[in-house]
């Protein structure tokens, strides 16, 4: 079992030692909990909304523990949301979820071939060279986007195209295991919130804020894997 890619990097901690990490119940329970409400109506949620917000949320917390079930996961995720932001007219937002879709049949195989001799690929961090090119992208990104999303009538086309390429950048660097693609996704996460509940999306925008206490975890359990 120590071997199988599906699941997460053991550590072989001791039994003694091992401890209870909370999240283990509290993501999969609340995301159950409002599907269940949404379906049953006791909550006035969109289904699309929150199959969106429990995807999401199971896919990043599976990340958090390099589980590579998030990648299936989090395909399906991009299904739901796209529907979503297309209704809410965040055009950009809607087109990163196909790009997202490919990014993770992508991610998907190298976290599983990418590493030494088509081994499981490893936490590192990002060169000098792949952040030049990421500072780069994200400001020419934001400027040809936003002039598109203009073009289209966008709801918040500064905004959107922002986040938009930030999250690309971020997708890249998650797909290729380096640990400061979290620094990213809390940067964007921090303008989706209100941007979120400004477009009358308030679950989505508390997904996205649950989304940052998750990075914030990521950021700690990958660490532990980084070389020395």
Sequence with gaps: MADDPYLAPARNIPLH??????DVVLVPLLSVLLLLSAWQ??????????????TGAVCVWLVTKENIWNWPIGLANNLFFATLFWNAR?????????????????????????GKDHSPLKVSRAT???WLVITVFIVLGTWGLREILLKVNGSAPF?????????LAAQYLLCRKKIENWWLWITADLIYVPLYASK??????????GFIVLCILGIMRWKKELPG
């Design 90 to 114: 965040l055009y950009a937002d809607f087109g990163l979820q196909w790009v997202y879709f490919g990014f993770g049949i992508w991610g998907w195989w190298v976290w599983m071939h990418g």
């Design 159 to 167: 905004l959107d195209a922002l986040t938009t390429v930030i999250c």
């Design 17 to 22: 030692r091992a401890t209870f990490a909370p």
């Design 41 to 54: 109506k006791w909550l006035p949620i969109d289904i699309t909304e929150a199959w969106g917000f429990a």
């Design 128 to 130: 000098r060279v792949e």
């Design 200 to 209: 009358n999306l308030p679950l989505t925008s508390v997904l996205y804020a």
